[in-house]
Nanobody
Framework: QVQLVESGGGLVQAGGSLRLSCAAS????????MGWFRQAPGKEREFVAR????????YYADSVKGRFTMSRDYSKNTVYLQMNSLKPEDTAVYYC????????????????WGQGTQVTVSS
């Protein structure tokens, strides 16, 4: 069993920054991927970013590439999503998730999910 707890969401003006955190506990993650997804009201959940826990390689959706950076801290079993140059269209509930597939980028490939944290970007 894996537990994921997100934090760091909030209200920010367009052009501002936020850093989301996702603390993981339970099983070990040496060969896993951890991802961030988001869901805006009335829209489907979409992939945002992924990091392989072991190697640390990252992959981003085109919509956030160059603005968002995902990283991980082994000692804290935590991943982060640094979000810069935020836009109103980034407004959504952000979820972190764990997948046993290193290159997972689709929601169905992820087994465990956090409860989500709200990010609101005002114009």
């Amino acid at each position: 069993q894996v537990q994921l707890v997100e934090s760091g969401g909030g209200l920010v003006q367009a052009g501002g920054s936020l850093r989301l955190s996702c603390a993981a506990s339970g099983r070990t993650f040496s060969s896993y991927a951890m991802g961030w997804f988001r869901q805006a009201p009335g829209k489907e959940r979409e992939f945002v970013a992924r990091i392989t826990w072991g190697g640390g390689s990252t992959y981003y959706a085109d919509s956030v590439k160059g603005r968002f950076t995902m990283s991980r801290d082994y000692s804290k079993n935590t991943v982060y999503l640094q979000m810069n140059s935020l836009k109103p269209e980034d407004t959504a509930v952000y979820y972190c998730a764990v997948s046993p597939r290193r290159l997972a980028s689709r929601g169905y490939e992820y087994e465990y999910w956090g409860q989500g944290t709200q990010v609101t970007v005002s114009s």
